[in-house]
């Protein structure tokens, strides 16, 4: 295990995974996103398409597509009706909370922790999952690829930005980072945050997070404020 800063007050925290349980409608809305450039559902192309997008959950959506489909104006279009299809699942009530996320994040702030939650969708998307969970005031700042200047995960910036903004680390050891996926894991790594760590209640596993770097792996992201309690 790698030793870390103990007196982290900075934690950046993923949502669809790591806090928020969205029961796979990242692949549900990926399907609208393919048929409006008009990749047919069983095809070849489709399933790779998907496999893509599932090795890829964490990486911020317009750069996912703009891998799989080019040209910058279809990447957009495809983009447009992920983000449309996700809010509609959104609104009809498919996602809920990660068993213990909300205490947890209530226990970090009122032992005196910063928490940040971050996203690679869309602006429109973070609020829709935040206003249908009813987390508005939940954290006093939630950032998305484009609040960090447009790069999304792996790249360090919405991290980089959270610490900037809050002021509430004087060092980036004393941040932490946790995610569901390899790419929150390296984002946070590339920040050069004290502690990173993956959560088995999503997209990725012990395996995957070990290759990018994680500090720790916890079975949720519940677990978070008993680690840190350890580490003082």
């Known amino acids: 295990m790698t030793d ?36 047919e559902p069983g095809s070849a192309e489709h399933a790779e398409h998907l496999a893509y997008v599932r090795a890829t959950m964490g990486e911020s959506k317009i750069s996912v597509f703009r891998h799989l489909f080019g040209a910058e104006d279809r990447a957009q279009r495809a983009n447009t009706a992920f983000e449309k299809a996700y809010g509609d699942l959104v609104a009809g009530g498919l996602i809920a ?29 973070q609020d829709a999952i935040l206003d249908a969970l009813g987390w508005r005031d939940l954290v006093p700042l939630t950032l998305c690829p484009v609040d960090a200047g447009g790069r999304g995960r792996p790249y360090p910036d919405m991290v980089l930005d959270a610490f900037v903004r ?24 590339r920040a050069g945050a004290g502690l990173v760590a993956g959560v088995r209640t999503g997209a990725h596993g012990d395996e995957e997070f070990r290759a990018a770097g994680a500090t720790h792996v916890l079975d949720s992201v519940a677990g978070l404020p008993t680690l840190l309690a350890e580490e003082r």
Do not use: C, N, W
Request: a negative charge; zero cysteines.
């Open 166 to 189: 809050t002021k509430a680390a004087e060092d980036v050891r004393q941040v932490a980072v946790v995610g569901d996926t390899s790419y929150d894991v390296l984002s946070g790594v």
């Open 4 to 39: 870390i800063t103990p007196d982290i007050r900075l934690v950046v925290l993923d949502m669809a995974g790591t806090t928020v349980a969205d029961g796979g409608l990242v692949e549900r809305a990926f399907e609208a996103a393919a048929g409006e450039l008009g990749v």
């Open 97 to 125: 909370p990660v068993p213990g996320a909300r205490e947890a994040i209530e226990e970090l702030a009122g032992g005196g922790r910063t928490v940040v939650l971050t996203t690679g969708f869309a602006r429109v998307t």
